[in-house]
């Protein structure tokens, strides 16, 4: 991470917004902003009372605002009831947005097809229903596989029209990881699709589905359904399977939506967390969908006129808040990207937001930084060839951005008119917590700025207390706030001792290391624990190790982060054998096993970079790995850290040949 501090050290540049970013802005003015920050701090229950019945349509109205009666399992509204497909889509049909687009949706190979509002309502109610037809109804678990699509979010908002739970896996996991979500979340249904189209290529998704029930426990899944996007062969199970276009056929354009209670859980969303399996974070309906929407209305200041596009895949919490549901409560329209950024070109992004007027673009520094690379090496994709004069706002999510990317964005993309959000938020915290609000707060490159209204943070030690200016420490929510992850699922154990470890005085504890300066902004140096950040992906180092040592060849295994221009962090593995080390031919037939192995146990996008082999790994006296020294191996340094806690420094000489 030193090489990210010492960048951000020495950008100074302020950049405020201009009268044209402040003129109509939802909050225009820092004054707005520290007034809407002393409405909350002043009566906190009344300011999120007044935001609830300002931006959510009730069946039930609530009484109750925030109960603390069981921290840290607070409540929100708890005795209303509402739906949350029904604020994001029935509110459309009579507010003058039937016939706005709500999706533009551009496949992999260049084609492009529309929904207006009143067309994906209607959508929406014929997949409910034909869900309904199966028997699944509210609280039923369903586990959503599906590609960038119409029908992807569809499913969501339909599943959320019946109160059925749905729980997304991201395209690029295994049938490995698919399968220990589905037992883990009691799932009965799947929806899935034949293939994905990425790059030109067709991925098989529905053979992982087969190969996931195939497996222990699979069985609890009584249906698949299955959307035919990619025409490829599969197999079929008679009485298992449904094709999505059969079992929409013919059902009616309405579907009555389940009132929930506010706290009935809306999605679960598996993340990768310090140690073991992956966690279930369990998000609730009410104060959820508030705060993805409220922050869509804030942080992307929603003009009426705007076409909206997050890169984001649904199977994250980006495209869960900012394009599956907070963006559509706000009316928004919304680009919907099928394929990658670099096919057929390195071009494509800026291409698309040409094509399609966009005028608010949401991406990860990890695309930001392999663009550069790309207009680097072909001047033909850069953004300067493209017509951008549409974009109003950019945005940056999943990872901090260091100031020469964001000059880039800035100067390249935004062509010095339009404001960066760098917003930094997490699964957990279901939506934006620090984020700049483009018509009112100063920006600074590297910094995610200030707490949104509402939100009370601050940056402690081990005791919980405020650490001065300047210094480091563990960032922490000091206040529940509406959008908070409610358990994990199915281990409260485990969502106590994660987030709200004894000492630290009942605060949210975020897994960030941060600093605020001398005007209160906040800047993330990076994760405590062992949690990866690879192109904005968080992956767990521990869950890579425990699959390597699944392998019959490994004895041990450490994986620690690397940092890496394009990536954030590259993934490297320290593998101790049971046979001798080997080299040359022999080695790189080994790391590539490893690699297809790893990518097959959790999934592609955790094969590791760099491989690296010896007979043992750097451990205390009392057995523990130390993968602060990993690191710096990693990084191809020398070790002049103190080693003599190592029971055999040696050890660290052995790691010499990277595959
Ligand atoms: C939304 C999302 C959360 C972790 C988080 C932090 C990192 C996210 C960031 C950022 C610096 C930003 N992170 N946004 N770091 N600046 N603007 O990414 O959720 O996948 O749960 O990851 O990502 O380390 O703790 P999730």
């Not at 920050?37 to 906190?44: G, H, K």
């Not at 966009?358 to 930001?368: E, N």
């Not at 999934?603 to 590791?608: D, E, V």
């Amino acid at each position: 991470m030193s090489s990210t501090i010492d960048s951000i050290l020495v950008e100074h540049r302020v950049f405020s917004p201009s009268a044209k970013a402040v003129a109509g802005a939802t909050v225009a003015g820092m004054e707005s902003y520290k007034a809407l920050c002393a409405e909350a701090e002043q009566d906190f229950n009344g300011f999120w009372t007044r935001m609830a019945n300002e931006h959510l349509v009730w069946r039930k109205p609530f009484t109750k605002v925030l109960d603390e009666s069981e921290a840290p399992f607070y409540t929100w509204f708890d005795d209303g009831e509402l739906n949350v497909s029904e604020n994001c889509l029935d509110v459309h049909l009579t507010n003058g947005n039937a016939d706005k687009t709500a999706l533009i949706f551009e496949a992999d190979d260049g084609s492009v097809d529309k929904v207006t509002y009143r067309q994906l309502h209607a959508r929406v109610c014929r997949i409910a229903n034909g869900i309904k037809s199966l028997g699944y109804k509210k609280g039923d678990r369903a586990i959503i596989y599906l590609p960038m699509s119409i029908e992807a979010i569809a499913c969501m908002q339909a599943c959320a029209r019946l109160g059925v739970i749905h729980s997304v896996v991201f395209g690029g996991f295994s049938a490995k990881s698919l399968h220990q979500r589905i037992v883990d979340v009691g799932a009965k249904l799947v929806i899935t699709a034949d293939a994905q189209l990425r790059g030109g290529r067709a991925i098989a998704l529905k053979s992982a589905v087969d190969e996931a029930l195939a497996d222990e426990g699979g069985d609890i899944v009584q249906h698949v359904i299955v959307y035919k996007r990619a025409g490829s062969e599969v197999n079929w199970s008679g009485s298992r399977d449904v094709w999505l276009h059969e079992l929409e056929d013919g059902q009616p354009d309405s579907c009555e939506a389940v009132a929930v209670e506010a706290e009935h859980p809306l999605f679960i969303l598996y993340t990768s967390g310090s140690t073991g399996k992956p966690k279930g974070v369990q998000h609730a309906s009410a104060g959820y969908l508030l705060w993805a929407s409220l922050t869509t209305k804030w942080v992307f200041d929603v003009r009426p006129d705007d076409i909206f596009w997050c890169t984001a895949d649904v199977g994250w919490v980006t495209g869960h808040s900012y394009i599956a549901y907070g963006t559509l409560a706000a009316g928004l329209t919304q680009i919907i990207f099928e394929g990658i950024p670099t096919y057929p070109h390195a071009g494509r992004f800026w291409e698309m937001i040409q094509r399609h007027k966009v005028s608010i673009f949401y991406t990860a520094p990890t695309a930001i930084r392999s663009l550069i690379k790309a207009a680097q090496a072909d001047p033909d994709t850069h953004p300067q060839r493209y017509d951008l004069s549409s974009l109003r706002l950019l945005g940056s999510v999943g990872e901090p951005i260091n100031p020469e990317a964001w000059i880039w964005y800035y100067q390249n993309v935004g062509q010095g008119r339009c404001p960066i959000v760098d917003t930094w938020w997490q699964t957990e915290t279901g939506g934006h917590i620090l984020s700049p609000l483009p018509g009112a707060t100063p920006l600074k490159p590297g910094s995610c700025t200030l707490p949104l209204p509402g939100i009370i943070t601050g940056v402690v030690d081990e005791a919980g207390n405020d650490v001065p200016q300047g210094r480091g420490g563990f960032l922490v929510i000091k206040r529940p706030w509406p959008a908070m992850i409610r358990t994990v699922w199915g281990d409260e154990e485990r969502y106590k001792s994660s987030y709200f470890p004894t000492d630290l005085k009942g605060y949210y504890l975020a897994g960030d290391n941060a600093q605020r300066d001398a005007d209160g902004y906040y800047w993330i140096m990076g994760r405590t624990d062992d949690v990866l950040s690879v192109s904005g992906h968080r992956l767990g180092g521990t869950e890579i190790e425990s699959a390597l040592v699944a392998h019959e060849k490994v004895a041990e295994a450490a994986v620690v982060g690397r940092p890496d221009a394009t990536t954030g962090e590259a993934i490297v593995a320290f593998i101790m054998l049971k046979d001798p080390v080997p080299d040359g031919v022999q080695a790189d037939a080994l790391a590539k096993e490893l690699r297809d192995w790893v990518a097959k146990e959790v999934g592609a996008i955790a094969k590791p970079r760099d491989i690296r082999f010896g007979n043992n790994l750097p451990k205390t006296r009392s057995g523990k790995i130390l993968r602060r020294l990993l690191r710096v191996v990693a990084e191809g340094k020398e070790v002049t850290q103190d080693v003599s806690t190592l029971e055999n420094p040696d050890v660290l000489k052995q790691f010499t040949g990277v595959y």
